[in-house]
């Protein structure tokens, strides 16, 4: 140890006079400090001995720079050997898994670990050729990295004391693997504002990405449902509008426009999972089952108070899309509401009589 680790220890021990961390443990912070000084968080001694009790206590804290923590891809030597993004990276694997700009801010920067390919992981929508639509998590591979890690090799900007944009931005789960296929999740360097250099972007944008693996996570949209023209989920709005209050008890505007098909979607609400509905069946109504259903809402009367849970509901729309969306209970209460604008919902009161009608393939 140099007599500069020496002055670097001592400082660190003395100004956290509570902590007693074990010596193996300053000794090695002290020779990171060395290293990459450029890259403690603050200048003062306090802020140094925040890094020691993070260290030491396990406690994650995040200064108002979003410094990253002192630490290199050199230090660890890389993550062991890279086998696959499912081993590495399974929380890829989870629906609305995103990587934020402050994660890869704070991961190790490349100092010492020389990158020869890039993977990236991520979850994508796939269409099937059946119609139907998958989450699909991919594993993608370039090996020509000069430009990226040149990106990544590039320093942080100094802070600005001005205001910063609040979007959010969101990176791929990036690994970089070197010649003995040793890996490591890099850091980026962060601009002004601590947000990650728009070159490293660009840089990623340009990969020459080839697709070596892909694997199915979940299902969003069926064969039938796509068949059908149909969601595969839908909001159960029966529940939304009546639970707030905002429907109103009147005659249902005319529920179904001159001239135009109507697409019908019958959907269940599991007891699980409440105020969601999963595709069940749907189809474009022909001429005399339109006719039949239009007759029955035309004819509905005020709704009766009830407070019994529908396990289904159908909705019935134009296949344009346009007003009024007309909603029907097809068990529970055969509560009916059609929302349309300007107006606003309105509640009447149908019967086992038309969810019988209505439920069928």
């Known amino acids: 140890m140099t007599h500069e680790d020496e002055d670097i220890k001592r400082l660190l021990t003395e100004a956290v006079p509570r902590l007693t961390p074990p010596m193996d443990r300053v000794g090695a912070l002290a020779a990171r400090v060395r290293r990459h000084r450029q890259r403690v968080i603050g200048s003062s001694a306090l802020a140094v001995a925040m890094a020691v009790a993070l260290g030491v206590g396990g406690v994650q804290m995040i200064t108002g720079d979003h410094a990253p923590p002192l ?21 890829m694997a989870t629906a609305g898994e995103r990587i934020g700009a402050g994660e890869v801010a704070t991961l190790p920067r490349l100092d010492g670990f020389t990158p020869v390919a890039a993977v990236i992981c991520e979850l994508e ?21 000069d430009a990226l890690v040149t990106a990544l090799r590039l320093p942080d900007e100094p802070r600005t004391e001005g205001p910063c944009t609040m979007e959010a931005v969101v990176f791929p789960w990036l690994a970089l693997v070197d010649a003995g296929g040793r890996w490591v999740r890099p850091g980026l360097p962060v601009d002004r504002c601590g947000k990650p250099r728009p070159a490293v972007r660009e840089a990623l944008d340009a990969l020459p990405l080839t697709t070596v693996a892909t694997h199915p996570v979940a299902e969003i949209e069926s064969a039938e449902a796509a068949a059908a023209g149909c969601s595969q989920t839908w909001k159960d709005m029966l529940s939304v509008e009546t639970a707030g209050n905002r429907v109103r008890r009147g005659a249902l505007p005319e529920p179904f426009p001159a001239g135009q098909q109507v697409r019908l979607c019958v959907y269940d609400v599991p007891k699980s999972a409440p105020g969601t509905g999963n595709f069940v069946h749907g189809t474009v109504l022909p001429a005399d089952r339109r006719t039949a259903i239009e007759h029955v809402l035309k004819a509905a009367g005020p709704a009766e108070p009830c407070s019994a849970h529908a396990s289904r509901f159908a909705l019935l729309w134009s296949v344009t899309g346009g007003d009024p969306q007309t909603y029907v209970e097809l068990d529970g209460c055969y509560r009916i509401v059609a929302v349309a604008y300007p107006g606003g919902p309105v509640i009447a009161q149908g019967d086992a009589a038309l969810a019988e009608l209505i439920d069928k393939p």
């Not at 230090?75 to 081993?87: F, K, N, P």
């Not at 929508?125 to 993608?140: C, K, L, Y």
Request: aromatic share 2%; with cysteine.
């Open 125 to 145: 929508t796939q269409q099937r050729p059946d119609g139907g639509q998958d989450r699909v998590a991919t594993e993608r591979r370039a090996d020509k990295v």
């Open 71 to 91: 630490r290199t891809a050199g230090d660890s030597g890389g993550e062991g050997r890279w086998t696959s993004c499912a081993d590495a990276a399974p929380e």
